[in-house]
Structures are given as C-alpha cells and as structure tokens.
C-alpha cells in the first residue's frame, strides 16, 4: 500500500472564494432580494430532451401579451415589460400599497449561441414560454468514426 501526499491546505478556499459563496448563496443576494420585494419576476430556464433548444418560462401574472418585448442576440435574451397602473383615481388614505408602475426586465446569458430569428413565445396563464433553439453551430453533431483498411494486408 503506498501513501499518496496531499497538500493540507488544498481542502481551504480563499477569502474571496467564501466570500463570493456566501453572497451566491444568501438571502440578500441581489437577484433573490429582488424576487421577494417583487421587483423582478421568477424564470426557469433548461435545455430540451434533444438539446436543441432552450426553454425559458418566466412568470408574469396580469401583464397583458402586447407590454411584453423580447430580445436576443448572440447568446444573450432579454424579457422586459412595463406595468401600468391603475387610472388615477383618488384615494383617501393607503394602509398598504403593493401594486405599482414599473419597468421590470431580466437578462440570460444562455451557455452557447442561440439562433435569434427563430425564438418562439407563447403566453398563457400568466406564464411566458421561449423556445430558444440553439445556433446550428451550437448543436451537438454525431460524428461517424470510419474504419480505415489496411494496406498490404495478407
């Protein structure tokens, strides 16, 4: 049985390394602060069975189709919509106020490159659905392994 030797401090992390750790993984965390004062809106993005394409499913309950705008390019989509509030009708005094006007909008840089002029999106219950196929660069290609003969066989 032979010992194999491991550097002690190998098993450490740097400062910045935890530092950048525990910000991913806290509550206050800018995207996540921003999901609970509802400021943003919550998505789920993943790739096809066939690994195609991405899908991208974003909650936007109450917002009407046409304030939605959606961009892409290269490997970059975009999501944004402005809520309008109600017409201006007076009110005595607020107890509570949680709905208001605002531009909301979410940028994914997606892994690989997409082909923006065939993005599709559909709206339904409040959920916006992306079909973001990827580049044809981008796909993954089956490659057939020849056999080569040999030469001067006997």
Request: without cysteine; glycine residues 6%; proline residues 7%.
């Amino acid at each position: 049985m032979s010992m194999i030797w491991k550097d002690p401090s190998e098993g450490f992390m740097s400062l910045r390394q935890a530092m950048d750790r525990m910000f991913e993984e806290s509550f206050l965390s800018p995207g996540r602060f921003a999901l609970f004062t509802g400021r943003t809106f919550p998505v789920d993005v993943y790739e096809s069975k066939d690994q195609k394409e991405y899908v991208v499913e974003a909650s936007l309950p109450g917002v009407k189709p046409e304030e939605i705008e959606i961009t892409s390019s290269g490997d970059t989509l975009t999501i944004t919509y402005a809520t309008r509030g109600e017409e201006k009708v007076e009110k005595p005094k607020y107890v509570r106020r949680e709905r208001y006007e605002d531009e909301m909008s979410r940028t994914f840089t997606l892994p690989t490159q997409i082909d923006p002029e065939k993005v599709q999106a559909t709206y339904e219950h409040g959920v916006l659905t992306l079909h973001v196929p990827k580049a044809e660069t981008a796909r993954p290609k089956q490659i057939p392994v020849k056999v080569k003969e040999a030469v001067g066989t006997r």
